[in-house]
């Protein structure tokens, strides 16, 4: 009777999670990708775009693109590209279901573990909810921590199951479970620690593990210990761990591997070791107060040097002491305790910053399984507090319900903020100072809306804040360029690249100036430049094919245009500029063939339809050529070449009528 009641209630606590953070997220599915990392990950990543073909899986194992190697991540996000396209909808959609995903697992473990459902609804409820994780949820680009967690979760239950009955199947279901993670995200290194931590409480492996201090639930029952299939040595235990182990550390680097390949680690000349580890202290403690009041929250919190306050450094420190002794003290009594707080510390530091990977001072989505150890201590330090109160359950009844409602106003107010670039920008400059980088993002989102002055205005901003900041600079450049300034933006490009000599988007910006300017070989330079750092730039490879082209160097071009369409084949651009370059060179027959696969990509290119007309008119198919001319002017009727070649065209349809007469 009990077993059938406790598994209605356990249907009723997943059926109330899965509701609640539906009602919470729900309005993703009218949010855009931002411009921050989705472009890397969707919107810009041809490999992504091309679905799950089998090269692009060989791809997702091989790269590092993102400074990470997460396949997994980059196979889901392929199979979002198969069933939505680029509609966000279906990628944050996607993103909701994971984490939904992870709150019933998470409940579903702790209370097998435990046996305590309404503690464990109360942590996943907690996880669920908490506006510290709206940023992995309603970010595309986050999907690495929302499918990591989702293999964090399986883990630990198969980890559960191994223990009540060990043996090799269960065993390599964990492994296998720990690996999928890996590739999902390295985040995961913390977890066979995590796992010996959970061998001393709820597990009860470890042979200096106490009975004293049981948890109670609501009847009186014992919640912990229930699944060991008894203790074992402190050493047996670190030996079942060591495959999990060696694959933390081969993961780790990898990682480390990947982030210096992709040029994401910071050096210490840039960032001290005495400005690391003082980060490293305010920003956990800032976590911890954020979890009790989540305010001013935003997508980049600036790493700036030389804010560190010698009190503030202390207050910290003397957090993390306090809280320490305090656990310490109270290991036998509440076991909960210690694992909730080196739950909390070791899962955090991967992202501690000790190793400092971005520009970032802390971020919130670091967060987004430590937490889950703060929630254990007040889920069950509060149980335990108020344990022999005769009105424990209406006031647990009622702060829950007051936490849960807050907790989800709050996080569907965060939600809001995530709508759009200019929208989660915009809020993150009201809630953060000296934010460089997001004055820099919120430039790029307005230009991208035709707003060029007031990107303008951020781009500067960014610059007078951070003023070796070449990104600005070169964004500045690009505004300028599009303006006719080609001047001033020759000179943001400069500024840029003597503040970063190697970076090949601002070698290849300057080369497009140029070549407006008909500085091509000067241009030519530029563009090799860029391809010598970033061999893999298929554009650069189609701008120096222009360059050669307009110096009448076709063999050159042709060759660079080959080089662009052997990275990206469906690059419309380097397939029209192709065409170009052939029919100059007498290969009209050929050049056809370029100018018609354009237009599979994007049949709404008025150039290509003119130039495939010029083409087509040259082998004497006018009448084909009349319809591709008619095409171009239909999509641009102010355009005059098309109608020059049209009237040309048709004369000579006229002229071969009357020779047949």
Not at 56 to 80: C, E, G, I, R
Not at 144 to 154: A, P
């Amino acid at each position: 009777m009990d077993n059938h009641v406790n598994r209605h209630k356990k249907i009723l606590v997943c059926l109330c999670l899965t509701l609640l953070t539906f009602i919470v997220f729900w309005h993703v599915q009218y949010h855009y990708f931002i411009h921050y990392d989705d472009m890397l990950y969707v919107t810009e990543n041809r490999h992504v775009q091309g679905g799950l073909s089998w090269g692009n899986v060989v791809w997702a194992f091989t790269t590092y693109h993102a400074s990470n190697w997460h396949p997994l991540t980059w196979l889901s996000l392929m199979l979002d590209y198969e069933l939505f396209r680029l509609n966000p909808a279906g990628y944050h959609w996607t993103n909701v279901l994971f984490h939904i995903a992870n709150t019933l697992l998470l409940f579903l473990v702790l209370n097998r573990m435990t046996g305590a459902i309404w503690r464990s609804g109360f942590v996943a409820a907690l996880f669920a909810l908490h506006p510290l994780h709206v940023e992995s949820v309603a970010w595309v680009a986050e999907r690495k921590d929302v499918l990591s967690t989702l293999f964090w979760m399986l883990t630990i239950y198969a980890y559960v199951f191994y223990v009540e009955r060990p043996g090799i199947k269960r065993y390599l279901t964990v492994f296998v479970c720990f690996s999928l993670g890996l590739m999902a995200k390295p985040m995961l290194v913390t977890l066979p620690f995590v796992l010996l931590l959970l061998d001393y409480w709820p597990l009860g492996r470890t042979p200096f593990t106490t009975v004293e201090g049981h948890i109670y639930s609501q009847k009186g029952e014992a919640c912990h210990h229930r699944v060991s299939s008894g203790k074992s040595t402190v050493a047996h235990l670190v030996v079942e761990k060591i495959p999990l182990i060696v694959l933390s550390i081969f993961s780790s680097i990898l990682t480390l591997f990947a982030q210096k390949n992709w040029q994401a680690v910071v050096s210490l000349d840039a960032v001290r070791l005495d400005y690391r580890v003082a980060n490293a202290f305010i920003s956990s403690a800032k976590y911890i107060e954020k979890t009790f009041w989540p305010k001013d929250l935003a997508l980049f919190y600036p790493y700036i040097m030389g804010i560190f306050s010698p009190w503030r450094i202390m207050c910290s420190f003397l957090l993390f002491v306090g809280i320490s002794v305090v656990v310490i003290r109270e290991i036998r009594r509440y076991p909960h305790l210690m694992v909730g707080w080196l739950w909390y510390l070791g899962t955090l530091i991967p992202v501690i910053g000790l190793v400092q990977v971005g520009s970032q001072a802390m971020a919130d989505r670091y967060t987004y399984v430590p937490l889950i150890g703060l929630f254990i201590m007040v889920s069950w330090g509060v149980q335990d507090l108020l344990s022999n109160w005769r009105y424990r359950m209406q006031f647990f009844l009622l702060s829950s319900g007051l936490i849960f409602s807050i907790l989800m106003v709050l996080s569907w107010m965060q939600v809001q903020h995530w709508q759009s670039s200019i929208t989660l920008f915009e809020h993150a400059l009201r809630v953060t100072k000296g934010n460089y980088l997001v004055h820099n993002n919120l430039g790029v989102a307005l230009f991208q809306d035709g707003k060029s002055d007031e990107a303008m205005v951020h781009f500067a901003k960014a610059c007078q804040i951070k003023p070796d900041y070449y990104d600005a600079y070169n964004n500045m450049g690009l505004v300028l360029g599009s303006q006719g300034k080609v001047d001033e933006a020759i000179a943001h490009y400069y500024k840029a690249l003597k503040i970063k000599p190697d970076h090949p988007e601002t070698h290849n910006n300057l080369g497009v100036a140029l070549v407006s300017l008909g500085r091509y070989n000067d241009a030519i330079v530029q563009y090799t430049e860029a391809l010598r750092i970033n061999p893999g730039c298929a554009m650069a490879h189609n701008n120096l094919g222009i360059a050669f082209a307009n110096l009448g160097r076709l063999h050159e071009a042709i060759e660079c245009f080959k080089k662009a369409l052997e990275i990206n084949p469906d690059y419309d651009d380097a397939l029209n500029n192709m065409g170009s370059a052939l029919a100059r060179r007498g290969d009209v027959r050929n050049a056809v063939y370029y100018f018609e696969k354009a237009l599979q990509l994007d049949a709404n290119n008025a150039m290509v339809h003119n130039n495939l007309g010029m083409a087509l008119a040259r082998t004497g198919r006018y009448d084909d050529a009349v319809l591709h001319f008619r095409e171009a002017l239909k999509i641009r009727p102010d355009y005059l070449e098309a109608y020059n070649n049209l009237q040309t065209t048709l004369r000579h349809i006229k002229d071969a009528e009357r020779s047949t007469r």
